[in-house]
């Protein structure tokens, strides 16, 4: 465990080093300033026309919009973050000196994943709390079971985080950059089937929509996220998803697939990397 | 558990997909020994290197160090590698990717301290380096701290891919010292370089390597006493003259009546003037050539050195 943790802490220094860090921390530091601004600006005039439940109701919706939209930021980080984690150090050389100390490829492997997904999952927590403290900043105050969204918010990331190494075992950056967002993408395409399916009632597009997102777990667990925090909510909950244009509400079973899901990439991930010529 | 041979590989064979990168690789390395390991650009030098370093895993045979298989915790521990393409991190200054690297030996505080001291000193790298990020540094000084790197944990055997690819002549000698002081400790190196001139002033022993096999191996000395070439002129040089002398050893016109001839057995010195005589040629020169480990790795390799 030790070596895991040097390779992880040396991982992590050099990744804290790197300008791309700094410049999505600066990008997330003004996104969340700008959404605390519109709220500040929005929470005084939504309470002059509606009434205080009616007005957080808006704000929450807003905010969840907003989530949305930080879910893609802290999925692209994330990618970022693990796409070069071992590819680039294979063709540079630098991974060779690495694996001919007492450090096997397993640690190695490990050390940088615990770094990179520590980072990702570090990031979009950073993005929930902002986001949380922008909605007390500004006016509405701290969210009802937001504690649900600091918790789930990161396990996203993390699974793509973990993902994009164990790919970078084997392809390139770039080609794992582009295979990694292509299974964002498809977890997207899962939620959409579903809700169509739900809307429809056909139930080969909701089935459909729950193999894919089987497969590509990460936005059911964001789902997940979502139906929790809005049950939290209670009233505004269910005024929000009164339009019935929704997905089905994951299951808890699903985070424990998740979880599965999550130690089966890592195998997989160390055994690419145990079995590659390097 | 540990052999005497520092390196022993037998039908050492190693395929990625259909391309072979060596074939029936066998060779014995005792320890302490500095052994030169030459070969053409894709002959597949790096692949053995590769798999003797634990990067590669063979398609069949074995590879030892010490008497641990190739890549396993034990033969690791043994080794130190500087490979060809060195892509030390810019972002960290030379100590701290050293205390890293020697926390990954197993080595903590001041003994790993003061070794680092020890091995910047050693690879010719002034103190202050200790404390400035590589992303500054020469490519020099690069190939000089991935040496340092090597040394670190004290191996037994060390394995060099061309240390002495990015150096100047001064830095190629220091380099040169390094490996002949290393043996004096009792360090088996295995020196993988195209400068033969390097291989040729430090090696105990070597192979040459040709298209994934070894063609040759032994100690450098004696391979070349072992071979005798003579520069004839001959008047005139005729079709009769080039057959005479094809029966002896090969043969390189090299124009003017002139040709070097490299003998099959330096014994058959005696038999190439008669040879041309009889010809009915005059014979106008006769010099023995003493011949280079370059001569004998380019006869090896099928190759003759253009404008000899």
């Known amino acids: 465990m030790r070596k895991v943790l040097l390779v992880a802490g040396f991982t992590l220094r050099e990744a804290l080093r790197r300008r791309f860090l700094l410049i999505l921390a600066a990008a997330a530091v003004v996104v969340l300033a700008l959404f605390g601004l519109v709220i500040s600006r929005a929470w005084p005039e939504t309470l002059r026309h509606l009434t205080p439940v009616q007005a957080r109701a808006g704000i929450w919706l807003g905010a969840r919009i907003f989530l949305g939209a930080l879910n893609i930021l802290a999925a692209i980080a994330a990618i970022f973050l693990a796409a070069g984690g071992i590819g680039p150090e294979v063709e540079n050389g630098s991974m060779h000196l690495l694996l001919t100390r007492t450090v096997s490829r397993a640690q190695v492997f490990l050390g940088k994943l615990l770094a990179t997904a520590s980072l990702a999952g570090l990031f979009s927590l950073f993005l929930a709390a902002g986001v949380g403290l922008s909605l007390v900043l500004a006016g509405p105050g701290w969210p009802p079971g937001w504690h649900y969204v600091l918790l789930i918010f990161p396990v996203g990331p993390i699974l793509l985080a973990a993902f994009a190494l164990g790919l970078s075992t084997r392809l390139g950056t770039i080609g794992t950059g582009i295979t990694t967002l292509m299974l964002f993408v498809v977890a997207q395409v899962g939620t959409m089937l579903e809700t169509l399916g739900n809307v429809s009632g056909s139930s080969t597009l909701m089935n459909t929509g729950i193999v894919i997102s089987l497969l590509s777990p990460i936005d059911a667990v964001y789902r997940w996220m979502i139906y929790r925090w809005t049950d939290g909510i209670g009233v505004v909950g269910a005024l929000m998803r009164s339009t019935g244009m929704e997905a089905p509400a994951p299951s808890v079973w699903m985070l424990v697939w998740a979880a599965g899901w999550l130690v089966v990439v890592i195998l997989v991930g160390t055994r690419s990397f145990r079995t590659r010529d390097l | ?308």
């Open chain 2, 1 to 308: 558990m540990d052999s005497a041979l520092a390196i022993c590989t037998e039908n050492l064979t190693k395929h990625y997909g259909q391309t072979p990168g060596c074939r029936d690789v066998s060779m014995a390395v005792p320890a302490g020994q500095v052994f030169g390991f030459l070969g053409p650009n894709g002959a597949g030098k790096s692949t053995v290197v590769k798999v003797l370093a634990g990067l590669h895993a063979p398609t069949s045979g074995t590879a030892t160090i010490f008497g641990h298989p190739a890549g396993s915790p034990a033969a690791t521990r043994l080794l130190g590698f500087v490979p060809e393409l060195f892509g030390l991190p810019g972002w960290p200054t030379a100590g701290e990717l050293l205390r890293f690297y020697g926390n990954l030996n197993e080595m903590t505080g001041r003994e790993l301290s003061a070794r680092i001291d020890e091995v910047i000193e050693r690879v010719g790298l002034p103190p202050s380096v200790r404390t400035q990020r590589i992303g500054t540094f020469s490519k020099g000084m690069r190939q000089r701290l991935c040496i340092a790197t090597a040394l670190l944990h004290r191996p037994r055997l060390l394995l060099l891919d061309e240390p002495t690819s990015a150096l100047d002549p001064v830095g190629r000698r220091e380099v040169r010292d390094l490996i002949i002081l290393l043996r004096q400790e009792r360090t088996t190196v295995l020196l993988n370089s195209h400068i033969l001139s390097d291989v040729e002033m430090v090696a105990d022993q070597v192979a040459i390597i040709r298209k994934g096999q070894i063609v040759m191996s032994g100690n450098p000395a004696a391979l070349v006493a072992g071979n005798l070439s003579v520069m004839v002129q001959a008047e005139p040089f005729s079709p009769a003259v080039e057959r005479a002398l094809a029966v002896l050893g090969r043969v390189e016109p090299r124009g003017g009546g002139r040709a070097l001839l490299h003998l099959n057995q330096p014994d058959d010195l005696g038999a190439v003037a008669p040879a041309i005589m009889a010809s009915g040629s005059h014979l106008l020169e006769l010099t023995p050539q003493r011949e280079s480990l370059e001569d004998l790795f380019l006869g090896a390799i099928g190759e003759v050195k253009a404008g000899a």
